[in-house]
């Protein structure tokens, strides 16, 4: 079967999005970051209020640990689940990927760039989130007892923002890979 335009969209160097890779590439990230969402999970590593700004900032670096993990396995894990002819297979999609970064410095930035603006928008829709389902309020019992928490943390509401945000980044992150998939056949050498 072909795909017809409906079924791909193109996009400007000529190269076709295939949106069953994307798809397929979007459900396995979803099942292979799920440290990502345990880590999203857990209030006090991810808010200073519900923790200390000790343990923010150890949330923060595993973030970025994970995330950019995250980024550099993307595209074995689309090559894994949507592989594309002899130039996208798993074992070998992150050195094609290190072919284009090689031959098309601008090509691979404009992809990282558009996972990076696509997981700044997955911190929008947290903050969205957030603020439909406020998810911290202030104690009212920390005032009579100065030992007791200062904040009441919402955990249902929480956990529907990181669960928003998880989705959301997995998008970026498969958008991203797919992206590659999509231009990885014109890269020749490698660096």
């Known amino acids: 079967m072909t795909a017809t335009p409906a079924m791909r ?8 999005l295939d949106p069953r890779a994307l798809a397929r590439t979007f459900a396995a990230c979803l ?11 857990i ?18 670096l595993l973030l970025f640990a994970l995330v950019v993990g995250a980024v550099v396995l993307a595209p074995e894990v689309s090559a894994k689940v949507a592989p594309a002819g002899p ?10 990927v290190r072919a284009l970064r090689c031959e098309s410095q601008r090509t691979y930035f404009w992809r990282l ?6 997981y700044i928008a997955a911190q929008g829709v947290g903050g969205l ?6 998810h911290v309020a202030d104690n009212p019992a920390h005032a009579a007892d100065p030992t007791a928490s200062a904040w009441i943390i919402d955990y249902p509401n929480y956990a529907a923002q990181a669960g928003a945000m998880y989705v959301c980044i997995c998008f970026a992150l498969a958008w991203y890979a797919t992206r590659l998939r ?10």
């Open 43 to 60: 209030p006090q590593l991810m808010r200073s209020r519900a923790g200390s700004e000790a343990l923010l900032g150890v949330g923060l």
């Open 87 to 96: 130039h996208w297979l798993p074992g070998r999609a992150r050195a094609r």
């Open 9 to 16: 969209t193109s996009h400007p160097d000529g190269f076709l």
């Open 182 to 191: 999509a231009d990885s056949g014109r890269a020749q050498r490698s660096c």
């Open 113 to 118: 760039g558009e996972f990076v603006a696509l």
């Open 129 to 134: 989130i957030a603020w439909l389902l406020p």
């Open 31 to 41: 099942a292979v970051n799920v440290p990502l969402l345990a880590l999203l999970l």
